[in-house]
């Protein structure tokens, strides 16, 4: 594909204002999905030209997703500063964060912007359990009590909240609890999930499970309940597909990493502004990355299997999948494949 054409296609981005990786965060993920290719990278704060430069090569932009260095609570008034030059093209804005200092971000992120050019604003709570919540973010200086005040600040401002957690085998329950707390307190009805990966661990002693493919099922079909039963909108990570599944998923999927597409990812580097259309590829393979000023994007020709699926799953659940290969997996239910990682659910049950 011509990358000019794909850039073209480009109507989402996802922002990351600068190369720091974990070592720049404001937590420590036991499981940060941002520390594999991009700590290999010079660390750079990344500036507004930059992000001119972005508008200029993306001509029909409409999202930008800006998630600071990597989270917003790292350079905040960078963050504020980037918003403002997307939002004076028309471009709206969404942001995410873990809620390190959740009230003072928001306030420092929101100075001067149009409520109306934001869509929404995530945070990653994984668990409400205060000890699991110190061992997944690395840090005990996240607090609920300050979470709840920056999403009651958000919603005086109606800017919509939503939830996102990242479930690994440890916290693979917690998700009844989360959706209670911050339905019954905010009445939020927006919750996307990620399934904890380990695409920036490979070869890190890492002591976190992948949830296992059969679960990974059963909490798929409970969230979808709560979500019709509840009017949410849900946004889910399918993963593991049974063999009739699999018939309907390769009908309808559009793998990023093939074919390019509407969604794609930048981070500003010292020199350059560095792209992808699949981020868990960018960790496994750099080369697959390109600058946004080159004339041409390396596509992977998979033949409908994830060149990566390997490195997105721990070394057991690996170990314990036919042939070693981490692409089927035997359970009481049959086989179950592993598939790309954004064949997700959408539903929409709050409209
Ligand atoms: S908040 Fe994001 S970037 Fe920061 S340590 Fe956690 S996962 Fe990594
Ligand atoms: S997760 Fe795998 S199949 Fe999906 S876009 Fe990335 S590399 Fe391609």
Redesign the pocket.
Known sequence: MNKVTGLEKVTDLTLYTGTF??KG?????I?????GYITKRKQNQGNLEQIKIIMDKLPNLKNAYILGN??VSVDTKFCNQAAKEFIKNGINVMFST?G?KALETAKTLFKDLDPAYISYISY?VDTLDKEKMRYL??SNKLNMQDIEDAIAYCQELNIPVKIQPTLWEINQDDYKEIIDNFYNKFNIRWYTFHAGSFEALRNKNVGLNHVKPSKWKEIVSNIQKIAEEKKLKILLPRIFLNKEEMIECKNNIHTYCANGGSGLQIWLEKDNIRCTYCPLLAEVHPEFTFLIQEKMANFISQNGVCAIQKEALDNDLIYNSNKKEGRIFSSSKGELYNVCRFYSIREDFKS
């Open positions: 990786g974990k965060c404001t937590c420590n993920c499981g940060c999905t941002q520390n990597p989270d873990s390190y990653s973010k690395g």
